[in-house]
T-cell receptor
Framework: DVKVTQSSRYLVKRTGEKVFLECVQD?????MFWYRQDPGLGLRLIYF???????EKGDIPEGYSVSREKKERFSLILESASTNQTSMYLC?????????????FGEGSWLTVV | GDSVTQMEGPVTLSEEAFLTINCTYT??????LFWYVQYPGEGLQLLLK?????DKGSNKGFEATYRKETTSFHLEKGSVQVSDSAVYFC???????????FGQGTELSVKP
């Protein structure tokens, strides 16, 4: 089975803190994604990466950065956390190629910024 | 741009009732279509998918058929169970790959 593991399920951080959300996949997938999920707004793409050290902005990249130093690991960084970044964050991965490749999701990380 | 529209919830059904959740899409070319399910407090799990027109995806009693002529991918189940209570997301992945584009999600509640 494909496994996408997010290191932290629940985090509480203070405004202004630097926050790291870590994600690891075990299927040698080229593509990795970070989504944010909010009630009434659905799922929105923050960043994605199609290879090591490669990244592209998604729909809502402001206030976030990412790092992909190894193929299996994709980190989401909140440089200075703010209360409007309180949300559920979902990491995902897939093989590169056509549209038929399934994107697999992790369990999610619930972040509260106080 | 590409988009997905699905029926708004919440949908409340009695156990053993028939379920339909409507999903329509707008996309260029030949996207793949997906249904994901999210149980409370969890991430998204793939429920089923279809990669070309007239394909039928099926899993756990759920079915959906890729209808290019009506740009639809409606989710159906003949007899729902309490354990099917969850949020269901319709999504498309463009022909070239890349990110998933999601509908807003439909919350399903099944009562005994």
């Amino acid at each position: 089975d494909v496994k996408v593991t997010q290191s932290s399920r629940y985090l509480v951080k203070r405004t202004g803190e630097k926050v790291f959300l870590e994600c690891v996949q075990d299927m040698d997938h080229e593509n990795m994604f970070w989504y944010r999920q909010d009630p009434g707004l659905g799922l929105r793409l923050i960043y994605f990466s199609y290879d090591v050290k490669m990244k592209e902005k998604g729909d809502i990249p402001e206030g976030y950065s990412v790092s992909r130093e190894k193929k299996e690991r994709f980190s989401l960084i909140l440089e200075s956390a703010s209360t409007n970044q309180t949300s559920m964050y979902l990491c995902a991965s897939s093989f590169m190629g056509g549209s038929g490749n399934t994107i697999y999701f992790g369990e999610g990380s619930w972040l509260t910024v106080v | 741009g590409d988009s997905v529209t699905q029926m708004e919830g919440p949908v409340t059904l009695s156990e053993e009732a028939f379920l339909t959740i409507n999903c329509t899409y707008t996309a260029t070319g030949y996207p793949s279509l997906f249904w994901y399910v999210q149980y409370p407090g969890e991430g998204l799990q793939l429920l089923l998918k279809a990669t070309k027109a007239d394909d039928k995806g099926s899993n756990k009693g759920f079915e959906a058929t890729y209808r290019k002529e009506t740009t639809s991918f409606h989710l159906e189940k003949g007899s729902v169970q309490v354990s099917d209570s969850a949020v269901y997301f319709c999504a498309l992945r463009p022909q070239a790959g890349g990110k998933l584009i999601f509908g807003q999600g439909t919350e399903l509640s099944v009562k005994p």
